[in-house]
């Protein structure tokens, strides 16, 4: 024990020497070095810390500044914070610092390839794998976890059940039966829009001014609403039962939409109505619509209406949602990723040999008038989609400018195949094939669009599809390839162009781009 004492004392002695030294030189938040002393058999692990450590402890939660300097390192470049909204809006910047760890990158992995970048995809994918070789399953046990999947029971009606328990066979876990659909819109006719309720009695009742209205004048707000917007129209029927009930069933509303222009079917068009360069069609290329009216035709009976209701179509509510139409509110984008080898160099000692994974866009955007613009580039959406409007074709840009993208642009003009009614014929007077319907015909300039007479013209044959999870609903959001081809004027052939690597073209909103466009 006396050696013990006087070895503390020692200690002590040599502390109480060093802060004299420190505080005489004008220190302040020096520290001191306390030398190593050996444990006692008796003096647990958590016992206290000496007085001159707690003492700068204290001094750090006081004046925490005084003990380093504040860095930033999750500032992002505003550039990458762009989305397909308007023009110039940017998303809130995020709190994104670099990735540490191996979930990290595989998050920023699975990023970069929903966006296309394959290349970046990789190299996150490689730093993560390297990292953790099940990080995959920390991804999928984070993101998917099992309590997320409805898990359905294998015996919906067990023979050992009570007497009085209803049987669920007729029950469906994904929701009513579809013959019960329209009865329980049904049940909502009678139903007035609903007040909010008051938390407790003594609450003042809260005025709603809607509940008021008469219906004419109700139904005449959603038609304007769907005029606008008719996505914002269709989110209305979640608001309560009476407004899915007149979105369900106010068919009035559904054949101004489904024949208005905005986005129904009277801005579909089923014949050529200009030219390639956006100009009004010559008397020899327009269609023999024209033709009719100097015959002379024993049978004047007229045209049946090819947008009156049918079996096929029953209502027009049905008939906008089913039948191909284009979408003019956004921009069909096709991404195309594939993988070519390399070349080794002489200077270079490895022994595999390199790939190079190239990633293009392909853009097209469809105009009410007939016309449409083309567009192959490497850039990203968000630095084109803004900027793929009439006037950017064409315009020669500078090369600093963000709208140079739009240099290499092809004007063209499209069409929908499925009209009976008319008989067409192309740029040259050869004939063309109607099509079943969906079939969209897109006649776009050729590489030599900047010449004085140019003469090759590309064609392209797309189909009108569905995709996403939910393809019912989401309706003509895709375009797949049929043909692509090349015209020469001068020889009058036609040359087909391979597409080996090339993808379909999903449409994505922009919402810079106005019903008038």
Known sequence: M?????????????????EVTQRAKGATNASVNIPARPPRPSQSSSGAAPPLIRRQTREAEEYPEDLGEESHHDLEDKDEERRLGEAGERKHPSNKREPRSALDHYELAVERESEGSLGDSLNHYRKAYRLDAGVDRIYKNKHFPPSSFKSKPTNPNPSNAAVTVPNPAHHSLDGPP???????????????????????????????????????ILINVLLQTAIIDVASFARLSLVCKRFAYLVATEDRIWKRVCLGPEFGFSAMHYNWTCTITGGPLPLSVVDLDADLDSLELSDTTPLPDPFALSP????YR??????????????????????????NTASQVTWNTPVHIVTYYRYLRFFRDGGCASLLTTSEPADVVHYLTKENMHTRHAGGLPSAVMNNCLRGRWKLSGDPYHTTTGEEGHKEEVGE????????????????????????????????????????????WMGYWSYNKLTDDWAEFGLKNDKAFFWSRVKSYGIGE
């Open 318 to 343: 049905y008939m906008f949602q089913k039948r191909p139409r284009l979408r003019f509110n956004g921009c069909y984008i096709s991404t195309v990723n594939y993988i070519r080898p390399g070349g």
């Open 2 to 18: 006396a050696g013990d004492t006087a070895e503390e004392l020692e200690i002590f002695r040599q502390q109480w020497q060093q």
């Open 178 to 216: 579809a013959s019960t659909i329209s009865e329980l819109i049904a049940s909502f006719s009678s139903l007035p829009i609903p007040v909010l309720e008051v938390p407790t009695d003594k609450s003042p009742q809260p005025s709603c001014p809607l509940s008021t209205i008469p219906s004419e």
């Open 312 to 315: 096929t179509y029953p209502s």
């Open 437 to 480: 319907e969906g079939t969209i015909h897109i006649e776009t300039e050729g590489a030599d669009a900047g010449h004085a007479n140019p003469k090759y013209i590309y064609k392209m044959a797309l189909q009108l599809r569905s995709a996403g999870r939910n393809a019912g609903a989401t309706r003509n959001n895709k375009l797949v």
